[in-house]
T-cell receptor
Framework: DTEVTQTPKHLVMGMTNKKSLKCEQH?????MYWYKQKAKKPPELMFV???????INESVPSRFSPECPNSSLLNLHLHALQPEDSALYLC??????????????FGPGTRLTVL | GENVEQHPSTLSVQEGDSAVIKCTYS??????FPWYKQELGKRPQLIID?????GEKKDQRIAVTLNKTAKHFSLHITETQPEDSAVYFC????????????FGGGTRLMVKP
């Protein structure tokens, strides 16, 4: 099974709302990632978790708060977002190999619209 | 950090023709180079990848070549079909402490029937 799942598929929220995006994988991968993708652009890395610990934060604003409750789950908590945060949010996972990470498998994404 | 450039940004071919997409990377420490296909509204899907100890890899109509000296790698699709139409992203894994995958800007491939 090479599937990463994400919920919800679509999310519309106001600038004062608090919401969460969820990601799950059952491939035994120990690295999980959040990416943001704007239209006609490549995915842009936001956060990396390795062995359930935050290893990379690409200078993401604090209105985005990641959480990795266990090795299968990854959450992204959203609060006080701006309209420019509207995008496709992709989760990915991969093995961690001795020489670096392995293939990253992407979830279907959450299409977020901030009003 | 790593920088990946991808060309062309758009590519239109006739069904049955070949398509070639080229990428260059900046950091010689990068050692893993995947290619993703993304259809409109869908997730990026891995179509082929290559590691730095290999010069070429083929999977049916798709092949990837890697020139480590020149720091460039290319995707070759032969006998293109309309269902190959999508955006293709190359990427390079910068093997530092963080498992960071850097993407190229993408190529929109259109295969005309």
């Amino acid at each position: 099974d090479t599937e990463v799942t994400q919920t919800p598929k679509h999310l519309v929220m106001g600038m004062t709302n608090k919401k969460s995006l969820k990601c799950e994988q059952h491939m035994g991968h120990r690295a999980m990632y959040w990416y943001k993708q704007k239209a006609k652009k490549p995915p842009e890395l936001m956060f990396v978790y390795s062995y359930e610990k935050l290893s990379i934060n690409e200078s993401v604003p604090s209105r985005f708060s990641p959480e990795c409750p266990n090795s299968s789950l990854l959450n992204l908590h959203l609060h006080a977002l701006q309209p420019e945060d509207s995008a496709l949010y992709l989760c990915a996972s991969s093995q961690i190999l001795a020489g670096g990470s392995d293939t990253q498998y992407f979830g279907p994404g959450t299409r977020l619209t901030v009003l | 950090g790593e920088n990946v450039e991808q060309h062309p940004s758009t590519l239109s071919v006739q069904e049955g023709d070949s398509a070639v997409i080229k990428c260059t990377y900046s950091d010689s420490a990068s050692n893993y180079f995947p290619w993703y296909k993304q259809e409109l509204g869908k997730r990026p899907q891995l179509i082929i990848d290559i590691r730095s100890n290999v010069g070429e890899k083929k999977d049916q109509r798709i092949a990837v070549t890697l020139n480590k000296t020149a720091k460039h790698f290319s995707l070759h699709i032969t006998e293109t079909q309309p269902e190959d139409s999508a955006v293709y992203f190359c990427a390079a894994l910068y093997n530092n402490a963080g498992n960071m995958l850097t993407f190229g800007g993408g190529t929109r491939l259109m295969v005309k029937p």
